[in-house]
């Protein structure tokens, strides 16, 4: 047999055809499905979300067709701990987080990476859309766009560290999601027409602020909507209720269009602004993590992109004390928030990331 490799079975398309290829290469293969967290097993989590039940024996089916074995982990304390509490405390400070790249941080990468080792596996492998290369030159592993472009998934996966980036596979790199899909039906795979999940998989019906409260038994309080000049406008229904960039949902009319601009959790204040005032031109970023240079010594040229469905700008990243760094963006961008990450990119390939402080 060739290298053993565990695969992180969804449920999803994308994890089958993945495995599915890597046992056709040879390798040694068996499939390993993540209990996340306690309600992934309701009827609307199972239609829109990953980690379902049927999700489990969806990955198990076709584990059991194409014949190697297949396990179910229990990491929902890892999960809860790593990413639905330190989701709910950046809301509750006023940030905008993105649970799926903690997810993918601490819990698919780093705990799957380690019980793979356990059971004498080289590498892990995954459905996402991404390539890993070694590049002998830097003596680093480069994370790389994918080929398709649309469904590029670098942006979450800026987190992986060297020894993850070295074991790990990515075979669809490489691939469209429509060869990907017609693989699955070549395969007679069950999930091959199966639809790509949706939402936060503990928050499937999207409402953050109801999840919040029900997590920490406390309902948000009201407060004052204020302007930029901080003259109070009227009141908001608690500040986890809100996102930058926000229009609609306001509760509260004027003559012109206003969006949500910023929070001040420790002040209860939600500041309204014209359109015109989302707008920025640099950042902070901490908790940086890089994988095409060891560190920032100096001022450096990249493209960067603060939201995930953001195209990249050219900008100027540049080393502040304690690890930050400071990110000038040619042009101002639009509804950069705290709490979301902010990638940099040389071509093709992943300098690095980090949060929005």
Excluded at 196 to 221: H, L, M, N, W
Excluded at 284 to 306: C, F, G, H, Y
Aim: hydrophobic residues 40%; proline residues 3%; charged residues 25%.
């Amino acid at each position: 047999m060739g290298k053993k490799v565990m695969v992180a079975m969804s449920g999803g398309v994308d994890s089958s055809v993945a495995a599915a290829l890597l046992k056709e290469e040879g390798f040694d293969v068996c499939g390993a499905t993540l209990k996340l967290f306690a309600g992934e097993d309701d009827a609307e989590s199972a239609t829109r979300t990953c980690c379902s039940l049927s999700d489990v024996e969806d990955a198990r089916r076709v584990a059991h067709r194409m014949g190697f074995e297949h396990f179910v982990f229990n990491f929902k304390d890892d999960f809860r701990r790593c990413v639905m509490d330190k989701f709910v405390e950046a809301y509750l400070h006023g940030e905008t987080p993105n649970p799926c790249i903690d997810c993918n941080r601490y819990i698919k990468f780093s705990k799957l990476l380690g019980r793979a080792r356990l059971l004498e596996n080289e590498y892990i492998a995954t459905g996402h859309y991404a390539r890993i290369e070694y590049d002998a030159e830097r003596g680093r592993w480069l994370l790389k766009k994918a080929a398709d472009k649309s469904k590029d998934q670098t942006y979450v996966l800026y987190a992986m560290t060297q020894d993850e980036l070295a074991h790990t596979l990515l075979p669809l790199g490489g691939l469209t999601k429509a060869e990907v899909r017609a693989m699955a039906e070549a395969r007679g795979l069950v999930n091959a027409r199966k639809p790509d999940s949706q939402d936060i998989c503990f928050v499937p019906d999207g409402d953050y602020a109801a999840f919040i409260e029900r997590t920490t038994g406390k309902r948000a309080q009201a407060g004052d909507f204020i302007d930029t000049q901080g003259h109070v406008l009227g009141r908001h229904a608690g500040v986890i209720r809100y996102t930058i960039g926000q229009r609609k949902g306001l509760g509260v009319t004027f003559g012109e269009p206003r969006y949500v601009v910023a929070k001040d959790a420790a002040a209860n204040t939600v500041t309204l602004g014209r359109h015109e005032e989302l707008f920025s031109d640099m950042l902070i970023a901490k908790d940086v993590n890089w994988i095409m240079i060891e560190s920032l010594t100096a001022p450096m040229q990249v493209r960067a992109k603060a939201r995930y469905k953001q195209p990249e700008v050219e900008a100027t990243i540049s080393p502040l004390d304690g690890g930050r760094v400071l990110c000038r963006f040619a042009e101002p961008q639009r509804a950069v928030a705290r709490g979301q990450a902010v990638v940099f990119y040389s071509g093709d390939c992943v300098v690095g990331g980090g949060t929005i402080e």
